[in-house]
Each structure stands twice: as C-alpha cells, then as structure tokens.
C-alpha cells in the first residue's frame, strides 16, 4: 500500500488561489472587491480562466459580483460555514464549563450569543428539575434575557440608548424597561465580570451571567444561570462570582490571554 498522500485537485487549487486573492488582508478597502483583471494579474493567468472559475464559484455562493461595480468579494455560503463552524467549536468547549455551573447549583445554565437586538441561546445544560423549558436555537429579545447584559457590557452609552429605545414596551413598568438600570448594570459587568437580573422569561426568580471573549479579547458570548430558588442578594453575587471565573476560564480557553484574577471557581469536575 503506498503511502502517498493524494494529489490535490488542479481546479480546486486555482479555486482556491481566487478565494484567498478575494479574503484580502483585512483592510477597509478589501470590502469593496476585486475585479477580474486585478486577480488574473495577480494570479498570473488568463482573464478568461478567472471570469469562468468566477462565475461557477458565484453559482455555489462562494463569491459575490456587485452589480454596479462587478467586482467580487466573498460569498455569503463561505461566511454561513465559517460561522457555523465557530459556533460548533465554542458549543464544543463550553459544554464542560455549563455542566460543572449546572452540578455547582442544580440550576439551568445556558450559553448565548447576540444576533442583531436578540439573543439566542446555543446550548443549555438543565439541572435536576423534572420541568425544563426547551432554549437551544431559541432567540428571545436582549432585554428579556439574562445574558443580555453580559453581551452588550462593552458597547457605549449612546449605542446600548439607541438599541432599548428600538425593543422596550412602552409602559412596562419593571427594571427592564429602565434605561439607567441597564446601563447599571452594564458598569457593574465591566468592574464586577459578572450581572444579576431579574428575568421576565421562564419561572425564573433571577438570572445570573457573565461574558465570554474570544482569542481578540472581544466579547462573543455568554453565559447565564437560571435562579429558580428564592435566594438572598449576597447569594446572588456569590453565584455571580463563580459564573463569572466560569466565564474566564472559558475565555482562556478560547484563546483569550488575560492576567490571572483570583476567583472562587472550586465547583466539582
């Protein structure tokens, strides 16, 4: 049996060369496309092998073409798979994180991202209740949930104004609707690492969350603990402080390198 490795597919290489020629190197200018003269000179070939090699990668969604400019860029189906595929690895790595906050409190604890002015839920870990609602691939209103909070920390005062004016109920009458609340809040996940909520969704008494960042340092996630028991507000920081270490441990292993915080995360493996 030979041990060769297989020979990579001719038109699949030259693919490939257009696909890297169009990701460019992350300059604001790189947004607008190229053209199909600019990539054969750069690739060194014919105009007419890159406006066909174009055109069947435009069918697959792999590139796009202006319609005013006809210059192309990235497609929308590269971007779908590159955003699932980091959503099933940072599923992959918090699993053990949201299992451990579950057996810590014997309460739900959930992992969310934000999409537009809503925030949906990619993975759950129920606790030993014998009712659980069903989140995962739920989306639900920022200010309805308990990670809404963790998710906007970083986002400036006039942008976090703009977004409740957008998506609050007139005349709810409730912290969520308050706008000094929330920006509150946001400060107090800034200092803290950490939010407590109340929470308008499920039987939830409170919720408790903390943000997760990527290898950039940029908040990508959340995660949250449901508090269904009545508990004490010292209670709630507590559990605050041990989401929050979660948070960080999960940042870390993502990539995220920060200085050592000494924290309280001694929940069972």
Known sequence: MSDKSPAPSAGLRRDMDILEI?????????????????????????????????????????????????RYRLGWRL??????????????VAAPYLRRLTAAFDEDAYLCVLRGNQ????????????????????????????????????????????????????????????????????AHVCSAGYAVSDVELDDSAAGVSAPVRDHRGLIT??????????????RLHEMGAVVAEAARELSAALGFHARPVAGTWSSPA
């Open 221 to 234: 996630a959340a995660i949250s603990v449901s508090v269904t028991r009545a508990a004490a507000p010292e």
């Open 79 to 92: 971007f779908a798979l590159a955003a699932r595929t980091q959503h099933a690895r940072l599923v992959r």
């Open 119 to 186: 925030v949906l839920t990619l993975l759950s870990v129920p606790s030993s209740r014998a009712y659980h609602r069903v989140w995962e691939g739920v989306s639900v209103p920022v200010i309805m949930a308990a990670a809404g909070r963790s998710l906007l920390a970083e986002w400036d005062e006039e942008r976090v104004r703009a977004l409740l004016r957008t998506v609050l109920p007139s005349g709810l009458d409730s912290a969520v609707a308050s706008e000094d609340d929330w920006l509150a809040d946001l």
């Open 22 to 70: 169009l990701a460019g190197h992350g300059d604001d200018r790189d947004a607008d496309g190229f053209g199909v003269s600019w990539i054969a000179e750069r690739l060194g070939r014919e105009k007419s092998q890159i406006s066909r090699a174009l055109r069947s990668l435009e069918l697959e969604g792999m590139v796009e073409r202006d319609p005013l400019t006809r």
